[in-house]
């Protein structure tokens, strides 16, 4: 029998699709997480028990949401520019962009957060709409965390072919991230 040792390039690509298929099964059963607040919404919304949807008429900050909604999708916009810049020059090429997307990240996360303290809406003045929208700031606001902290590890690595690897997955949680607070914005804010 012969012995088959990987190479270092072997063991770099393996890393590269080992961390490409976890990104992607971690946004799969992530996406079930935002379905529960999706199904949340929308049966709570039509049950409307005693007119208790939104009784009091209150609403979060469409302002507030627009800029957190635009600042994440800068946010991925930015990383996927820095992901691009690596693929055509190479791991050293992705700090400078990475670096200003971590920041609109951070001010992204900020804003979302301060929408969880908002004196005046809350569960118990604007009824089943607030539960479910302060339920889902509530979760957003950890994956902005998190993502933050993804991101940040991403810039700080030392360039190299295992940073190739682990930037699509951070790439994708983003453009998760910005799909589903466009989802939710068009329902917290237009319907």
């Known amino acids: 029998m012969t012995d088959i040792t990987p190479t270092a390039a072997d063991t770099a690509d393996l890393e590269a699709r080992n961390q490409s298929t976890a990104g992607r099964l971690f946004v799969a059963a992530d996406s079930f ?3 529960g607040f999706l199904f949340a919404y929308l049966y709570l919304r039509a049950l409307n028990n005693n007119n208790l949807w939104n009784p009091h008429g209150q609403n979060p ?3 507030m949401g627009a800029v957190v909604l635009l ?3 800068v946010a991925a916009a930015l990383l996927h ?5 690596m693929a055509a020059a190479g791991p050293a090429a992705f700090r400078a962009p990475a670096a200003v997307a971590l ?10 957060g301060s929408q969880l303290f908002r ?5 118990s003045h604007a009824g089943a709409f607030g539960t479910v929208f302060i339920g889902f700031i509530a979760f957003y606001f950890l994956h902005l965390i998190g993502g933050v902290y993804w991101l940040e590890t991403q810039i700080v690595q030392r360039p190299s072919d295992i940073l190739r690897g682990s930037v699509p997955p951070c790439l994708l949680y983003w453009w998760f991230l910005a799909v589903v607070l466009a989802i939710f914005s068009v329902l917290f804010y237009l319907v």
Request: charged fraction near 5%; proline fraction near 7%; charge should be positive.
């Open 71 to 73: 600042l994440v999708v």
């Open 61 to 63: 900050s469409g302002t």
């Open 81 to 85: 520019v820095a992901s691009g810049r």
């Open 119 to 123: 004196p005046g809406f809350s569960p």
């Open 33 to 35: 997480l935002f379905l």
């Open 103 to 112: 920041a609109v990240a951070l001010a992204a996360t900020v804003l979302a």
